[in-house]
């Protein structure tokens, strides 16, 4: 087996994807599967850190449309993703490989608060680290926490886990005519406007020399091959 591209990695995975086909809370067969990903990439040697955004639960953006304020519709949304951090831990401790839920907020009956110190020494120990809590701050995405997190504890790459196999030029579901890109910069990610990720994200990665690698998390084993270099997405770098 050939050795890992990257030594240390933030995943981000979206909450809608844990969801599965019912559309909404947490499919258990979906977060097996992630589990397994998640197990498989981390017995290759690279140490894994994972971001799960909250949208399977509540989106702090659609909740605030119906008249919550924006700050407390986006701390809806964080605790959210605690939640769904919380259920992939439970599924990868459950197969036998240690992990561990580290939250932007203070809360400590259910979580260690997030620090760097402690997410390098779990990370260092073998364990799978979840990032819950996004940023800890409203109007801040899970992909930007993503950015921010990785930046943070010295990860080489940030692996963006979508329903599509890259960035195309338009959305490949509605538009036939679109195409996929094999490597974007930074700036021409966030000029082109691509939904993929927020442009935030983005100009946080180009800031940081991050390079960003969007793949489809719906093929099992995909993480890995990113991972091994074999993986099929896009490069955002540079």
Same mark, same amino acid.
């Not at 966030?190 to 990720?197: F, H, P, Q, S």
């Given at each position: 087996m050939s ?23 947490i499919?258990q ?6 589990? @397994?990903?998640?197990?498989a990439?981390r017995k ?9 955004g ?5 989106r702090?953006v659609e909740?605030s ?8 519709g ?11 951090c919380?259920a992939?831990e439970a ?12 939250s932007? /907020? ?8 997030f ?19 996004g940023?800890?701050?409203? /109007? ?23 329903n599509? @196999?890259g ?9 036939p005519?679109?195409?996929? /890109?094999?490597?974007?910069?930074h700036?021409?990610?966030i ?6 990720? @927020?442009a935030?994200?983005f100009?946080?990665a180009r800031e ?6 969007? /793949?489809s998390i719906a093929e099992p084993?995909s ?8 993986g099929?997405g896009?490069?955002?770098?540079g």
């Amino acid at each position: 087996m050939s050795d890992p591209v990257y030594r240390r990695v933030v995943i981000k995975l979206s909450g809608e994807y844990l969801a599965g086909q019912q559309g909404f809370g947490i499919d258990q067969p979906t977060v097996d599967q992630v589990a @397994d990903d998640l197990i498989a990439a981390r017995k290759l040697g690279t140490e894994v850190a994972v971001v799960i955004g909250g949208g399977n639960i509540v989106r702090g953006v659609e909740v605030s449309a119906r008249g919550v304020s924006r700050p407390t519709g986006d701390t809806m949304g964080m605790l959210a993703t605690m939640m769904n951090c919380l259920a992939v831990e439970a599924a990868i401790e459950r197969k036998g490989t240690p992990a561990r839920t580290l939250s932007a /907020f203070v809360m400590p009956e259910i979580s260690e608060l997030f620090t760097r110190t402690a997410a390098h020494k779990y990370l260092a120990e073998g364990r799978i680290v979840l990032l819950g809590g996004g940023t800890g701050n409203p /109007f801040f995405t899970t992909d930007t926490t993503a950015v921010l997190r990785a930046a943070e504890i010295g990860a080489q790459a940030v692996l963006k886990a979508t329903n599509v @196999d890259g960035v195309y030029s338009a959305d490949p579901k509605k538009d036939p005519a679109a195409t996929r /890109f094999d490597r974007l910069t930074h700036s021409q990610a966030i000029e082109g406007g691509y939904k993929v990720m @927020d442009a935030t994200a983005f100009a946080l990665a180009r800031e940081t020399s991050l390079p960003i690698i969007v /793949f489809s998390i719906a093929e099992p084993g995909s993480i890995g091959a990113i991972l091994r270099g074999v993986g099929h997405g896009t490069i955002v770098a540079g």
